[in-house]
């Protein structure tokens, strides 16, 4: 017997099979699948997908043969990875290298086999796919092409196993981000903003021209860093999946008149007004949801609304029951939104560059949260508007059960 040489570049073929970490993992229907059909196609009683680490070589999948791996030293796929080629023995009885090896004399007794490489990029050979017999024989060209054929589906597999591998790196990577931001920034920025607060509202305080204008230009930068740092957690939760519901039954012509009474300074600040419908004032219209989910919904449509309608404009809100849904709409007679723009709407970081938009610039994500979390409630988000007349937000909710 004549054992292998180590390959030329043994060490970055083995940080490669590091990286699969799939040595000593359980068995799976895809690998297994495979060599199931090298088998059938080669008409062989055995077939492997075999890895060759610095010591063994470890069967991913073992059709025919009960033994998870060998000793490298005797594996006849340690020759094969020696180059990209197909490595063919038809009798081990008359080749040097493997007359008297172990698996030849005794079990599996190896006299055929069959190795197509498993190349996972140029001269990087992590093990084969094999077929082998207990007699000697040979192997036909469509045999060769197809277990060719299949062992880079092999490689496809492993391919995705580290794909799948960086994403979950990456996932990793975003949650040690939300956790940097959440603890970095927001928690300072919260203290730094309600501090500004305190200052800028209070009465009494004697601060000069120039003083007061730091602190009312400090205490609304904060806020929009706050609001930015609050919209990009939201925004990444909502993507992971990680974005829990507390849902009551909720009163969402209450929210409706709450939201206003958020944005009453922001109202105040665009010279508009926000009132509820008539017809809605005194209807009771209950859903199930989160009341703190839903209010930032109902408050980012009013404040939309006040940005972009006209001078001393009056927003209407509107409560209407159809079909066992509520729709609630959120209307300002404002320049409405370009028909170039209209598919990009609900889209992350998506803003219309108006002169209105300018002047009280948002982060772009509002629209988009909204759409996420109305979704999350099993309802839809949209709009219709009409150029120079006037803007429609709606959202739909199911009514709650009886």
Same mark, same amino acid.
């Given at each position: 017997?004549?054992?292998?040489?180590?390959?030329?570049?043994?060490?970055?073929?083995?940080?490669?099979?590091?990286?699969?970490?799939?040595?000593?993992?359980?068995?799976?229907?895809?690998?297994?699948?495979?060599?199931?059909?090298?088998?059938?196609?080669?008409?062989?009683?055995?077939?492997? !997908?075999?890895?060759?680490?610095?010591?063994?070589?470890?069967?991913?999948?073992?059709?025919?043969?009960?033994?998870?791996?060998?000793?490298?030293?005797?594996?006849?796929?340690?020759?094969?990875?020696?180059?990209?080629?197909?490595?063919?023995?038809?009798?081990?009885?008359?080749?040097?290298?493997?007359?008297?090896?172990?698996?030849?004399?005794?079990?599996?007794?190896?006299?055929?086999?069959?190795?197509?490489?498993?190349?996972?990029?140029?001269?990087?050979?992590?093990?084969?796919?094999?077929?082998?017999?207990?007699?000697?024989?040979?192997?036909?060209?469509?045999?060769?092409?197809?277990?060719?054929?299949?062992?880079?589906?092999?490689?496809?597999?492993?391919?995705?196993?580290?794909?799948?591998?960086?994403?979950?790196?990456?996932?990793?990577?975003?949650?040690?981000?939300?956790?940097?931001?959440?603890?970095?920034?927001?928690?300072?920025?919260?203290?730094?903003?309600?501090?500004?607060?305190?200052?800028?509202?209070?009465?009494?305080?004697?601060?000069?021209?120039?003083?007061?204008?730091?602190?009312?230009?400090?205490?609304?930068?904060?806020?929009?860093?706050?609001?930015? !740092?609050?919209?990009?957690?939201?925004?990444?939760?909502?993507?992971?999946?990680?974005?829990?519901?507390?849902?009551?039954?909720?009163?969402?012509?209450?929210?409706?008149?709450?939201?206003?009474?958020?944005?009453?300074?922001?109202?105040?600040?665009?010279?508009?007004?926000?009132?509820?419908?008539?017809?809605?004032?005194?209807? @009771?219209?209950?859903?199930?949801?989160?009341?703190? @989910?839903?209010?930032?919904?109902?408050?980012?449509?009013?404040?939309?609304?006040?940005?972009?309608?006209?001078?001393?404009?009056?927003?209407?809100?509107?409560?209407?029951?159809?079909?066992?849904?509520?729709?609630?709409?959120?209307?300002?007679?404002?320049?409405?939104?370009?028909?170039?723009?209209?598919?990009?709407?609900?889209?992350?970081?998506?803003?219309?560059?108006?002169?209105?938009?300018?002047?009280?610039?948002?982060?772009?994500?509002?629209?988009?949260?909204?759409?996420?979390?109305?979704?999350?409630?099993?309802?839809?988000?949209?709009?219709?508007?009409?150029?120079?007349?006037?803007?429609?937000?709606?959202?739909?909710?199911?009514?709650?059960?009886?």
């Amino acid at each position: 017997m004549k054992s292998a040489p180590l390959p030329e570049n043994e060490a970055e073929r083995l940080r490669w099979l590091t990286e699969l970490e799939i040595l000593d993992t359980v068995e799976e229907q895809a690998y297994d699948d495979l060599t199931y059909l090298a088998a059938q196609i080669c008409d062989t009683p055995i077939a492997l !997908v075999s890895l060759i680490d610095p010591d063994r070589q470890w069967f991913k999948s073992h059709f025919g043969l009960n033994a998870r791996e060998t000793p490298r030293e005797q594996a006849f796929c340690a020759h094969a990875i020696l180059n990209d080629d197909l490595f063919v023995i038809e009798d081990s009885d008359k080749d040097a290298r493997f007359s008297n090896n172990p698996l030849v004399a005794g079990e599996p007794h190896v006299k055929f086999y069959a190795g197509a490489p498993l190349i996972l990029q140029e001269d990087i050979r992590v093990g084969t796919l094999c077929v082998i017999d207990n007699k000697p024989r040979s192997i036909s060209p469509q045999q060769r092409l197809a277990l060719t054929s299949l062992a880079r589906q092999v490689v496809s597999q492993l391919k995705l196993r580290l794909k799948i591998a960086e994403l979950q790196h990456l996932d990793r990577a975003k949650d040690d981000f939300i956790s940097m931001v959440n603890h970095e920034l927001r928690t300072p920025l919260t203290s730094i903003n309600g501090a500004l607060s305190l200052l800028h509202h209070s009465i009494g305080v004697n601060l000069d021209a120039d003083a007061a204008q730091m602190v009312e230009v400090s205490y609304r930068n904060s806020a929009r860093l706050l609001c930015l !740092v609050n919209d990009v957690l939201d925004v990444t939760r909502l993507a992971s999946g990680r974005f829990p519901l507390v849902r009551k039954p909720l009163d969402i012509t209450a929210l409706a008149r709450q939201a206003i009474e958020l944005n009453q300074a922001y109202l105040d600040q665009c010279r508009c007004r926000a009132e509820i419908s008539d017809d809605t004032e005194d209807t @009771r219209v209950i859903v199930s949801g989160d009341e703190q @989910r839903l209010l930032q919904v109902m408050s980012n449509l009013v404040s939309n609304a006040a940005k972009f309608t006209h001078l001393d404009d009056t927003i209407q809100i509107s409560v209407v029951v159809a079909a066992g849904n509520a729709r609630i709409s959120v209307t300002d007679h404002g320049p409405g939104i370009p028909l170039t723009r209209r598919k990009d709407i609900f889209r992350k970081f998506s803003q219309i560059n108006t002169a209105e938009n300018q002047k009280l610039p948002g982060t772009g994500l509002g629209l988009h949260i909204c759409k996420q979390l109305v979704e999350l409630h099993g309802g839809t988000i949209g709009f219709d508007s009409v150029p120079n007349k006037q803007t429609v937000f709606y959202f739909t909710l199911p009514m709650a059960a009886s």
